[in-house]
């Protein structure tokens, strides 16, 4: 029996609330005994559980936050040490390029196709030769080794050396070339 009660009550106190409690809740309550007392308690009771609840709701949107800046620091991480392991891949082969050069000037119609495939497969992914015949001397491209003079005026490269690479827009390794003015 005390259970059919109990589930009366809860039927009766479901039956009245239309609308879900908030924190700006007013309750009008007919006075009686003790009725004021239990309703300013309750409203208590609400005003601290939706102070609760907003500070949870802070709480979680901050890891929310967290968790993406953490999700997309990681993404640039994984995809900077990817471009950092291809770009020592790439300053691995400098040397067979340098040979395979030095072959080709010796011997061109036997080491031409593989210098050419092998330079075509690289610039696949992200390797240029960096043209640096009379052009203006930048510092950033190229390493002066030489210097003849000329006319005056601004350097410019008159003869590459050692060729110079870039690897997907950063220099890999500048050129060596021999300068005049």
């Known amino acids: 029996m005390a259970s059919d009660e109990g589930e009366a009550r809860v039927e009766e106190t479901s039956a009245e609330i239309t609308e879900p409690p908030t924190a700006d809740v007013n309750v009008d309550v007919e006075i009686e005994d003790g009725t004021e007392e239990l309703a300013t308690e309750i409203a208590s009771e609400i005003r601290e559980l939706s102070e609760e609840r907003d500070s949870y709701r802070d709480i979680a949107q901050r890891v929310q936050a967290d968790f993406e800046n953490y999700r997309k620091r990681v ?3 994984i995809r900077d040490e ?36 092998m330079l075509g497969e690289l610039r696949k992914h992200g390797l240029e030769t960096l043209d640096l015949q009379d052009q203006p001397f930048d510092p ?3 390493e002066a080794v030489a210097h003849e003079q000329g006319e005056g005026g601004e350097p410019v490269v008159a ?20 300068t005049r003015d």
Do not use: F, K
Not at 95 to 111: F, G, M
Not at 168 to 176: D, E, S
């Open 140 to 142: 950033n491209l190229a």
């Open 159 to 178: 003869e590459v050396l050692r060729s110079g690479y870039r690897w997907n827009g950063r220099t890999l390794r500048p050129a060596m070339v021999r």
């Open 75 to 77: 993404a640039a991480q």
């Open 82 to 117: 990817a471009e950092r392991s291809s770009s020592r891949m790439a300053e691995a082969m400098l040397p067979v390029l340098d040979a395979a050069e030095a072959a080709y000037l010796r011997h061109p119609d036997e080491i031409g196709p593989l210098l050419n495939l």
